[in-house]
C-alpha cells in the first residue's frame, strides 16, 4: 500500500499547487481589473473554514485538489444563458471584452510564470546534472548488437545532424532519438576528420516507446555511496570519486557493472579522479550472487550548477523557452505520425512520475511541478473550446468582428469544445493503460 498511497500524495501536491496557481491567476486579474470575485477556495467540494472580506470568501475546502474562483454573474455565463436584464457593476459578463479576456489569459500565464519561478530558485539553490548531456556529441561506448552496431558506428565518432537539425550537444542527441522509436534517421557523423551521413532504424524501448540506438557518450562513473567494510571502502574508493579506467582501459556508466561482475575474484587496477588530482587504487571484486560486486552504488558523473540572483533566472527562461519550443515540435510531430502517441502522458502517468519526483527530494518534486506547470499554462493556451484558449478565441474574434456572439453559438462552441475534451480524456486515461498491457494497444482488440 506504500507505493500507492504515495503516489496518491505526490499526485494530489502536484496537482494541488498547478491548479491552484491557475486559478490564483484568474483571481488576481480579477480583482486588478475590478471584477468581483464571489469565493477562492484553496481546495473543492464542502467549505471547511475562511473568512469573508468584501465580496470574496476566502475558504479551505474539503477536498485538497487545487481550488478555484468563483466570479459575480457567473451563472449566466456557465449555463450559456442570455446575459441578465440588469448587469450589476463587478459582475463578470458587464466586465469589457479587454477585461475577460486577461482574467481569463492569466491563468496559463500564472502556470508558465510558477514554471520561470521554481526553476530561478532550483538554479540559485543549485543543481546536480549529468556532466555528459552538456558536451559535445563524441560516442564512447556502443551496445554490442544495438542498431548504432549494425550501422558500423564507432567509439570517437562525433553526432552532427540528426534528421537534419543540428546536435551540439548529447541532451540533442537523446530529445532526437528519444523521440523516434522504430523509425529511420538520418545521422551526419564526423569520424578522423571525414564526414558521412548514414540511415539508422531506431528500437523501441520500455512501455513509453522511447527510441533507442545504441550509443552513448563519454560518461563516467560516479561513486555516490561505499558500503562499510566492502572491498571497495577497504581499497579507499569515497563518495564522488569518478571512475575512469580499469586495467588501463576507459570505463563508461553503461558497462562498468558488467566488467566488474565478470572479474570475481581478480586484483583490478582502478584509475580515480578525487578533487581534480588521479589515484590508482587496486579492489578486488567479492562473489557475491555468483557474480563480482565491490559495494558501491553509482550514478553517472556530475556536477552541482549553481548561480546568482539575475543568471538563475537567465538560466530559468533559457531552459523555459527552449521546453516551449520542445512541446510544440513534439505535437507537431505527434500530429504527422513521427511521434507515437504512447509517448503522450495522462493523469495516470503523471502521478507515477509525481511519486518519483517525491521520493528523489524536494528540489526533484519542485522541478517537476516546474516542467508540468509549463505545458499545463502552453496546452490550457490551445484555442480548443472548454480550455482557456477557447474561450480566449472567442474573445478575440468577438473583438475582431466587434460583435458579441450570440448565447446559441456559444453553447455550441462550448458542446463541441465539451465533445473534444471527453474524448481526450478518454483516450490519455486509456494510453495510460494500454502502456502497462503485455501487448499495448492490441491487448484490447478481441481477435
Known amino acids: 500500500m506504500g507505493p500507492i498511497i504515495g503516489t496518491i500524495i505526490a499526485f494530489i501536491i502536484v496537482f494541488g499547487v498547478l491548479v491552484f496557481a491557475h486559478e490564483f491567476g484568474h483571481f488576481f486579474m480579477a480583482k486588478l481589473v475590478g471584477i468581483r470575485v464571489k469565493v477562492f477556495s484553496f481546495g473543492y467540494g464542502k467549505r471547511l473554514f475562511g473568512t469573508k472580506k468584501g465580496d470574496t470568501d476566502y475558504r479551505v475546502s474539503l477536498v485538497p485538489m487545487g481550488g478555484y474562483v468563483k466570479f459575480a454573474g457567473e451563472e449566466a455565463m456557465v449555463e450559456g444563458l442570455s446575459q441578465p436584464q440588469e448587469l450589476k457593476p463587478g459582475d463578470f459578463l458587464a466586465a469589457k471584452r479587454w477585461q475577460r479576456f486577461l482574467v481569463i489569459f492569466m491563468g496559463p500565464v500564472m502556470n508558465i510564470v510558477l514554471a520561470v519561478a521554481v ?4 538554479n540559485m539553490v543549485g543543481v546536480s546534472v549529468p556532466v555528459y548531456q552538456s558536451q559535445a556529441p563524441v560516442i564512447g561506448w556502443i551496445e554490442p548488437g544495438s542498431p548504432a552496431d549494425n550501422a558500423d558506428l564507432e567509439p570517437g565518432d562525433k553526432i552532427l545532424q540528426i534528421n537534419n537539425k543540428e546536435a551540439d550537444t548529447w541532451q540533442d542527441v537523446e530529445l532526437a532519438v528519444g523521440t523516434k522509436p522504430d523509425k529511420t534517421i538520418h545521422i551526419q557523423y564526423e569520424r578522423d576528420g571525414q564526414v558521412f551521413d548514414m540511415d539508422l532504424m531506431t528500437e523501441s524501448r520500455t512501455r513509453y516507446n522511447m527510441g533507442y540506438a545504441g550509443f552513448f557518450g563519454k560518461v563516467y562513473t560516479q561513486v555516490h555511496m561505499v558500503s562499510p567494510g566492502s572491498p571497495a571502502d577497504r581499497a579507499g574508493l569515497r563518495t564522488g570519486d569518478v571512475i575512469l579506467e580499469i586495467e588501463n582501459e576507459p570505463v563508461y556508466y553503461y558497462h562498468f557493472t558488467n566488467i566488474i561482475e565478470q572479474h570475481t575474484g581478480e586484483e583490478l587496477d582502478f584509475l580515480v579522479e578525487r578533487n581534480g588530482d588521479q589515484l590508482h ?14 559495494g558501491v552504488s553509482l550514478t553517472a558523473e556530475s556536477l552541482t550548477r549553481q548561480y546568482g540572483f539575475f543568471a538563475s533566472i537567465g538560466q530559468s527562461f533559457s531552459y523555459n523557452i527552449k521546453l516551449i519550443a520542445l512541446v510544440f515540435n513534439f505535437i507537431k510531430e505527434l500530429m504527422t505520425g513521427e511521434t507515437p502517441a504512447t ?4 493523469p495516470i502517468e503523471i502521478a507515477n512520475f509525481s511519486y518519483a519526483a517525491l521520493r528523489g527530494g524536494f528540489l526533484s518534486l519542485l522541478s517537476w511541478i516546474a516542467f508540468i506547470s509549463l505545458q499545463l499554462g502552453i496546452i490550457n493556451l490551445f484555442p480548443i473550446p472548454v480550455l482557456d484558449g477557447g474561450q480566449i478565441l472567442v474573445l478575440s474574434l468577438e473583438g475582431l468582428f466587434r460583435k458579441e456572439f450570440s448565447p446559441k453559438v456559444k453553447q ?3 458542446q463541441i469544445g465539451f465533445a473534444m475534451f471527453i474524448v481526450l480524456i478518454v483516450f490519455v486515461i486509456l494510453n495510460d493503460v494500454v502502456k502497462r498491457l503485455p501487448n499495448g494497444w492490441e491487448s484490447l482488440l478481441p481477435w
Open 343 to 346: 509517448q503522450v502522458g495522462g
Open 119 to 122: 526553476m530561478s530558485f532550483i
Open 281 to 294: 587504487l587496486n579492489i578486488v571484486p567479492k562473489e557475491q550472487g555468483r557474480v563480482g560486486k565491490i
Open 412 to 414: 455550441v462552441i462550448m
